[in-house]
């Protein structure tokens, strides 16, 4: 049962939590029209919950830990591969849902359909994700 009060006190999982509504919250202020309430639930967005997350946690491993500790060293790196996918992957598939949506209305309207070209390589096959793991782990028993 001590599992559950640590969980309840766990001070950088709630502090990091927080970070992350205040950041759903404020967005309701920095959509297209003055307020939004509907944008606190999205996801995407100024400002990027994800990042405020993932940054907040990372801040305060390190201030508790020492920015020099494995432990801070690890939640860098997740933050950095979080952030990056906010970023890019899901930018992308973001782009591509507004290209959809356009395609559809055109052709429901009958206009003619305009494209650009998409970059086609989004995410990774599962034969990329092994080869990097397996180069991760080379280069970490390499160092």
Not at 4 to 16: E, K
Not at 64 to 72: I, Y
Not at 77 to 88: L, Q
Request: charged fraction near 20%; proline fraction near 2%; charge should be positive.
């Amino acid at each position: 049962m001590e599992y559950l009060g640590d969980f309840f006190t766990n001070r950088i999982l709630w502090v990091s939590i927080l970070a992350c509504f205040v950041a759903q919250f404020l967005k309701m202020f920095t959509g297209e029209r003055k307020i939004d309430i509907g944008r606190i639930l999205i996801s995407g967005g100024m400002p990027s919950s994800h990042s405020a997350f993932v940054t907040c946690m990372s801040v305060l491993i390190g201030r508790n830990n020492g920015f020099g500790s494995d432990l801070f060293a690890l939640s860098a790196v997740i933050s950095c591969i979080i952030m990056y996918d906010a970023s890019g992957v899901r930018r992308a598939v973001g782009k591509q849902a507004k290209i959809v949506n356009q395609l559809v209305e055109d052709w429901q309207m009958k206009r003619p359909i305009e494209h650009e070209k998409l970059k086609e390589l989004v995410g990774h096959t599962p034969k990329q994700v092994l080869f990097g793991a397996l180069l991760g782990v080379v280069i970490g028993m390499i160092l």
